[in-house]
């Protein structure tokens, strides 16, 4: 199974900063990682697919990037509305494995 | 527009078998490259896939659950099962199912609303 690595596990940051999250995958998964939001009580989201494809409605301020083995996800200016639980994904090779999440506070 | 929701028992003894349903509009399993799968998430835990039903019955299971997992679809009703056998405690997950979007690998980009499944006597 391919394993993947997040970090950081808590992240603190007030509204306007840039905040970055990083996954590491244990061996290549080219550009088949996605990023998810999710918030309490919810489903999770798919923010971003293929490394760096922004969903349909999803805020360009979240910049998806990397390829390979090392990947991360960006939020340009942060909003209250991004408070949740943020995931990496791997869909390279079943089985699809996550990443352990980031929960970002404000 | 897709959608898919699950539901099942809440409660569930240990040993018994857990039986969901993933009911879905929007696509269709007819089509070819579509796909459902599940996922789980215990609380406070990142979720976990457990299996995959493709449009022509191909199916595929996480290796250390394949003895207790089934997977199966009914393209008359546009639903899809799962099954898990000898339920655990440690089992008590929300349990998701999800939409493979078409010509993008295993990629699942819509979810359900999860069911909330609880092992315990």
């Known amino acids: 199974d391919i394993l993947v690595t997040q970090s950081p596990s808590s992240l603190s940051a007030s509204l306007g900063d840039r905040v970055t999250i990083t996954c590491q995958a244990s061996?290549?998964?080219?550009?088949?990682l996605n990023w998810f939001q999710q918030k309490p009580g919810k489903a999770p989201k798919l923010l971003i697919s293929d490394a760096s494809k922004l969903e349909m409605g999803v805020p360009s301020r979240f910049i998806g990037s990397g390829s390979g083995t090392h990947f991360t996800l960006t939020i340009s200016s942060l909003q209250p509305e991004d408070i949740a639980t943020y995931y990496c994904q791997q869909y390279d090779t079943l089985p699809i494995t996550f990443g352990q999440g980031t929960r970002l506070e404000i | 527009q897709i959608t898919l929701k699950e539901s099942g028992p809440t409660l569930v003894q240990p040993t018994q078998t857990l039986t969901l349903t993933c009911a879905f509009s929007?696509?269709?399993?007819?089509?070819?490259?579509?796909?459902v799968s599940w996922f789980r998430q215990s609380p406070g835990k990142a979720p976990e896939w457990l299996a995959l039903?493709?449009?022509?019955?191909?199916?595929r299971y996480k290796s250390s659950l394949k003895t207790r997992l089934t997977i199966t679809k009914d393209t008359s009703k546009d639903q899809v099962l799962l099954t898990m056998t000898d339920m655990d405690p440690v089992d008590s997950a929300t349990y998701y199912c999800?939409?493979?979007?078409?010509?993008?690998?295993?990629?699942?980009?819509?979810w359900g609303q999860g069911t909330l499944v609880t092992v315990s006597s």
């Open positions: 929007g696509f269709s399993l007819r089509t070819t490259g579509a796909g």
């Open positions: 999800a939409h493979r979007r078409q010509g993008f690998g295993e990629l699942f980009d819509q």
């Open positions: 039903i493709y449009w022509d019955d191909d199916k």
């Open positions: 061996q290549d998964t080219s550009h088949f």
